[in-house]
Nanobody, 125 residues
Framework: QVHPVESGGGLVQPGGSLRLSCAAPGFILDHYSIGWFRQVPGKEREAVSCISRADTSTYYAGSERGRFTISRDNANNMAYLQMNYLKPEDTAVYYC??????????????????WGQGTRVTVSS
């Protein structure tokens, strides 16, 4: 079964930046809403940012607003999460998620059609 593939994670100092990429080979990306979710061991998975399928509306959760930017490149079947001013509490495994349904909000709960394997982000000095 095909699934999205994340990359771009790594170790960064507080205040630094990373850009996560989500490749979606085998998908027609403009048929999908895209979400970036993250999980810390022992905690529930949480939504970070989402972008809708049709009108590319974007949604951000909590403190990510103003620091993170989600984008999509349908022509190249790619999605991105630009993360700036990273904080230690941003440390987590980040997942790219694709859903056939339209997004009107961003939530990690419930069913999602396709998950990537995750990419680890560590923010530490």
């Amino acid at each position: 079964q095909v699934h999205p593939v994340e990359s771009g994670g790594g170790l960064v100092q507080p205040g630094g930046s990373l850009r996560l990429s989500c490749a979606a080979p085998g998908f027609i990306l403009d048929h999908y809403s895209i979400g970036w979710f993250r999980q810390v061991p022992g905690k529930e998975r949480e939504a970070v940012s989402c972008i809708s399928r049709a009108d590319t509306s974007t949604y951000y959760a909590g403190s990510e607003r103003g620091r993170f930017t989600i984008s999509r490149d349908n022509a190249n079947n790619m999605a991105y999460l630009q993360m700036n001013y990273l904080k230690p509490e941003d440390t987590a495994v980040y997942y790219c998620v694709l859903d056939r349904r339209e997004y009107y909000y961003c939530s990690a709960s419930g069913h999602h059609d396709y998950w990537g394997q995750g990419t680890r982000v560590t923010v530490s000095s």
